[in-house]
């Protein structure tokens, strides 16, 4: 990429030979580049006279090989805040041809992924030569480390003195292709995913306590996937999961620490797809993960950010103040006035109406996306939603609190924090348990209303009958069962998410529940194929999921028939020692249950961490579990931090949770005795076994 031919160019008074570099920076980002100050490839000029334009530039030499010890590594203090330990400076200055050299200038709004510390701008460069996943880096000597290395963004570098910048211009991405027109006939899509939501709803997956009449409502007009997964129960893997289209072994997220255009720049996303088609898209509240991708993915996924910003707020709503009437003691949950305050899911859905109203009166085909984050913590909302449940003591309580029987004991985990239970089969008193579920509930409730509010948009607007309309989460939750509470675990409650789609050109599919398994990514391949959108070829990495198209023909139907035979989760398990943000609460030791000594210290598989702050090289364990329709499967490994998969020849724990006459209705008669070991199940627990390691091996086309 490097052999590109020579184009004389001026700058400054300086003659550069080959500097096509400066051409693509000038196209790519719109001009900026020849408006600075001062703009040369470092190392061109090196040795020729402005006098004498013709003579021959002495050829810089090859960047060195860059130690990894010379990068940071950052780490995150219990309080979330980064961490930074300095490795030895780089004392020589190398030349860095062929970077594009920006004085005055950072880039600082760039997504930063290493900062490095070098002692002049021409070995920062060189470090960032040295790594193919950089594009563009900042010297800035008032800070420490100075160098930060960058991968490629849409976003503006700034004027700044004291900074200078490089960007590495044939390794920009090629810019994006002009979107093609609609397909004719194309429908709307109105794309609503909800935050920690397990299928707690009424009609649709029979909860009869609940209090959901916009849901109930919906559901009586779309198909109910009663099987429907995440493939990571948590927030930012699970968004890069199903927002891009792939898996996690495909995007690399496992934490809060990556996203998937570190990997997948060039990709197509969930909402890009319909952009490349001649859709509006716009999104609001919490769609992406915030800050994984930077910017929600910016004009890569969306249309007009200049008239239609991305907007996801909390608002003085969100928050539980210190105290007051209706306030839980570790501000979990409150009541709170609404003539007082304002929430930002109302916001969310305030804007996701804007967004369709402007779409229908422009007469454009819409991909409308609104996050909701209520059920999150905290359950903050207004006093009304929680006079509509049950008083405290007629909320019922989990039939099983306590941790499974033969359960391995890494498979356990809990939302760190007073409030919660911390400790392994240490329940929380009844009260507590079912004050948080009242208050789980009444979020429900909330975010209800906002969910009406959308849907009924549709009907108003008068594209009900060219609109579908989607309704899902991110991951489910525990609410006291098996002594959870939170995600963060591969069982039944934090993995099945629900997911109810109205399609008004699939009669067959209205008023029905399917066991038919879905993911969460088939998302992207199931609403192109309902709407009529192509879908995308030549992607560098092909998608992670299928259509379920075929499903809304035939409801009924069970794998093979045009459904799946399972669906794959997965989770990771950090100790909690130095490279982890939360620190050890056992007060005791407890008893080795696995090959791996447990103690009262920070390595113990009682009491781990969820790798929230933790790259991919450096987590510990990952589970990995398969759902097929009688059983749930699952397997802890160590983990190999540098191939990134699972060190499948050591075993850490096993589970086998039967699931036979599971209609999806109960929260409670199901994973409560590990069956894994036991002689009745032999047979099952050695052919999931084979199916489970097949199912995630690596795939040839991501090596």
Same mark, same amino acid.
Request: aromatic share 10%.
């Given at each position: 990429?490097?052999?590109?031919?020579?184009?004389?160019?001026?700058?400054?008074? *300086?003659?550069?030979?080959?500097?096509?570099?400066?051409?693509?920076?000038?196209?790519?980002?719109?001009?900026?580049?020849?408006?600075?100050?001062?703009?040369?490839?470092?190392?061109?000029?090196?040795?020729?006279?402005?006098?004498?334009?013709?003579?021959?530039?002495?050829?810089?030499?090859?960047?060195?090989?860059?130690?990894?010890?010379?990068?940071?590594?950052?780490?995150?203090?219990?309080?979330?805040?980064?961490?930074?330990?300095? /490795?030895?400076?780089?004392?020589? /200055?190398?030349?860095?041809?062929?970077?594009?050299?920006?004085?005055?200038?950072?880039?600082?709004?760039?997504?930063?992924?290493?900062?490095?510390?070098?002692?002049?701008?021409?070995?920062?460069?060189?470090?960032?030569?040295?790594?193919? *996943?950089?594009?563009?880096?900042?010297?800035?000597?008032?800070?420490?480390?100075?160098?930060?290395?960058?991968?490629?963004?849409?976003?503006?570098?700034?004027?700044?003195?004291?900074?200078?910048?490089? +960007?590495?211009?044939?390794?920009?991405?090629?810019?994006?292709?002009? /979107?093609?027109?609609?397909?004719?006939?194309?429908?709307?899509?109105?794309?609503?995913?909800?935050?920690?939501?397990?299928?707690?709803?009424?009609?649709?997956?029979?909860?009869?306590?609940?209090?959901?009449?916009?849901?109930?409502?919906?559901?009586?007009?779309?198909?109910?996937?009663?099987?429907?997964?995440?493939?990571?129960?948590?927030?930012?893997?699970?968004?890069?999961?199903?927002?891009?289209?792939?898996?996690?072994?495909?995007?690399?997220?496992?934490?809060?620490?990556?996203? &998937?255009?570190?990997?997948?720049?060039?990709?197509?996303?969930?909402?890009?797809?319909? $952009?490349?088609?001649?859709?509006?898209?716009?999104?609001?509240?919490?769609?992406?993960?915030?800050?994984?991708?930077?910017?929600?993915?910016?004009? $890569?996924?969306?249309?007009?950010?200049?008239?239609?910003?991305?907007?996801?707020?909390?608002?003085?709503?969100?928050?539980?103040?210190?105290?007051?009437?209706?306030?839980?003691?570790?501000?979990?949950?409150?009541?709170?006035?609404?003539?007082?305050?304002?929430?930002?899911?109302?916001?969310?859905?305030?804007?996701? +109406?804007?967004?369709?109203?402007?779409?229908?009166?422009?007469?454009?085909?819409?991909?409308?996306?609104?996050?909701?984050?209520?059920?999150?913590?905290?359950?903050?909302?207004?006093?009304?939603?929680?006079?509509?449940?049950?008083?405290?003591?007629?909320?019922?309580?989990?039939?099983?609190?306590?941790?499974?029987?033969?359960?391995?004991?890494?498979?356990?985990?809990?939302?760190?924090?007073?409030?919660?239970?911390?400790?392994?089969?240490?329940?929380?008193?009844?009260?507590?348990?079912?004050?948080? *579920?009242?208050?789980?509930?009444?979020?429900?409730?909330?975010?209800?209303?906002?969910?009406? *509010?959308?849907?009924?948009?549709? %009907?108003?607007?008068?594209?009900?009958?060219?609109?579908?309309?989607?309704?899902?989460?991110?991951?489910?939750?525990?609410?006291?069962?098996?002594?959870?509470?939170? $995600?963060?675990?591969?069982?039944?409650?934090?993995?099945?998410?629900?997911?109810?789609?109205?399609?008004?050109?699939?009669?067959?599919?209205?008023? $029905?529940?399917?066991?038919?398994?879905?993911?969460?990514?088939?998302?992207?391949?199931?609403?192109?194929?309902?709407?009529?959108?192509?879908?995308?070829?030549?992607?560098?990495?092909?998608?992670?999921?299928?259509?379920?198209?075929?499903?809304?023909?035939?409801?009924?139907?069970?794998?093979?028939?045009?459904?799946?035979?399972?669906?794959?989760?997965?989770?990771?398990?950090?100790?909690?020692?130095?490279?982890?943000?939360?620190?050890?609460?056992?007060?005791?030791?407890?008893?080795?249950?696995?090959?791996?000594?447990?103690?009262?210290?920070?390595?113990?598989?009682?009491?781990?961490?969820?790798?929230?702050?933790?790259?991919?090289? %450096?987590?510990?364990?990952?589970?990995?579990?398969?759902?097929?329709?009688?059983?749930?499967?699952?397997?802890?490994?160590?983990?190999?931090?540098?191939?990134?998969?699972?060190?499948?020849?050591?075993?850490?724990?096993?589970?086998?949770? /039967?699931?036979?006459?599971?209609?999806?209705?109960?929260?409670?008669? &199901?994973?409560?005795?590990?069956?894994?070991?036991?002689?009745?199940?032999?047979?099952?627990?050695?052919?999931?076994?084979?199916?489970?390691?097949?199912?995630?091996?690596?795939?040839?086309?991501?090596?």
């Amino acid at each position: 990429d490097r052999t590109t031919p020579t184009v004389p160019m001026h700058s400054q008074g *300086r003659h550069c030979s080959d500097c096509t570099e400066n051409m693509l920076l000038g196209r790519s980002l719109g001009g900026l580049a020849l408006a600075l100050t001062t703009l040369v490839r470092v190392g061109d000029c090196g040795g020729v006279s402005p006098s004498a334009p013709n003579a021959k530039a002495t050829p810089p030499p090859p960047p060195p090989l860059i130690s990894p010890m010379n990068v940071y590594r950052t780490t995150r203090s219990s309080d979330g805040a980064p961490t930074e330990t300095a /490795p030895p400076p780089v004392e020589s /200055p190398v030349m860095c041809a062929p970077s594009t050299l920006l004085n005055h200038t950072c880039l600082a709004a760039w997504p930063e992924y290493a900062s490095v510390n070098a002692s002049t701008p021409e070995a920062c460069c060189a470090l960032c030569l040295a790594d193919t *996943r950089c594009v563009g880096w900042t010297m800035n000597a008032e800070q420490s480390p100075p160098c930060h290395l960058r991968p490629w963004s849409t976003a503006t570098p700034t004027h700044k003195p004291g900074c200078t910048s490089g +960007i590495i211009a044939s390794r920009i991405p090629p810019p994006a292709p002009a /979107p093609s027109p609609a397909p004719p006939g194309a429908k709307n899509v109105l794309f609503m995913v909800v935050d920690d939501l397990r299928p707690n709803l009424n009609a649709a997956y029979g909860q009869d306590y609940m209090i959901t009449p916009n849901l109930d409502k919906f559901a009586s007009g779309a198909l109910v996937f009663r099987n429907a997964y995440c493939q990571y129960a948590y927030c930012a893997p699970s968004r890069n999961s199903f927002m891009s289209g792939r898996r996690p072994a495909q995007t690399k997220v496992y934490s809060f620490t990556d996203h &998937f255009r570190e990997v997948g720049p060039t990709w197509t996303s969930f909402p890009g797809l319909f $952009k490349n088609n001649g859709y509006f898209t716009s999104g609001a509240g919490k769609t992406f993960h915030p800050g994984l991708p930077p910017n929600y993915d910016g004009s $890569k996924s969306w249309s007009d950010l200049t008239e239609f910003p991305y907007i996801n707020q909390y608002l003085s709503g969100d928050k539980c103040p210190n105290d007051g009437p209706g306030f839980e003691q570790w501000g979990r949950w409150c009541e709170v006035d609404d003539t007082q305050h304002q929430f930002g899911d109302e916001l969310t859905a305030n804007n996701s +109406i804007l967004h369709m109203t402007a779409a229908v009166d422009r007469k454009l085909p819409f991909f409308v996306a609104a996050g909701f984050h209520r059920p999150h913590l905290p359950w903050s909302v207004p006093k009304k939603f929680f006079d509509m449940q049950p008083a405290i003591t007629d909320i019922a309580s989990p039939k099983y609190p306590n941790t499974p029987i033969g359960m391995p004991p890494i498979a356990w985990h809990s939302v760190p924090g007073p409030g919660f239970p911390t400790q392994w089969n240490v329940t929380l008193p009844p009260n507590s348990t079912d004050g948080n *579920r009242r208050a789980y509930y009444a979020a429900v409730s909330f975010l209800d209303v906002q969910v009406g *509010r959308l849907v009924d948009t549709v %009907d108003a607007l008068g594209v009900a009958d060219n609109t579908i309309v989607v309704f899902t989460a991110d991951h489910g939750w525990q609410l006291g069962e098996h002594n959870m509470y939170g $995600k963060m675990s591969v069982f039944e409650l934090a993995t099945r998410v629900p997911l109810i789609i109205r399609d008004p050109s699939q009669p067959l599919s209205h008023g $029905k529940v399917t066991m038919a398994f879905a993911e969460l990514v088939d998302l992207m391949p199931t609403l192109a194929v309902l709407a009529g959108v192509p879908l995308p070829t030549h992607e560098p990495v092909p998608l992670g999921g299928i259509s379920l198209d075929k499903v809304f023909k035939n409801p009924a139907s069970m794998p093979p028939n045009g459904t799946k035979p399972y669906t794959l989760s997965q989770h990771a398990r950090c100790w909690k020692d130095t490279h982890t943000p939360c620190g050890t609460t056992l007060a005791e030791p407890m008893p080795s249950t696995t090959g791996v000594e447990a103690g009262a210290g920070p390595h113990d598989l009682h009491d781990m961490c969820d790798c929230h702050f933790v790259k991919p090289a %450096d987590i510990d364990f990952m589970g990995m579990s398969i759902r097929v329709p009688s059983f749930r499967y699952t397997e802890w490994h160590p983990w190999n931090g540098t191939a990134l998969e699972p060190v499948w020849e050591q075993l850490t724990g096993i589970e086998l949770y /039967p699931h036979l006459n599971d209609d999806g209705t109960s929260f409670d008669d &199901f994973e409560n005795v590990n069956v894994a070991g036991e002689p009745e199940y032999a047979l099952v627990q050695k052919g999931l076994a084979q199916l489970l390691r097949q199912a995630f091996a690596p795939d040839p086309e991501l090596d």
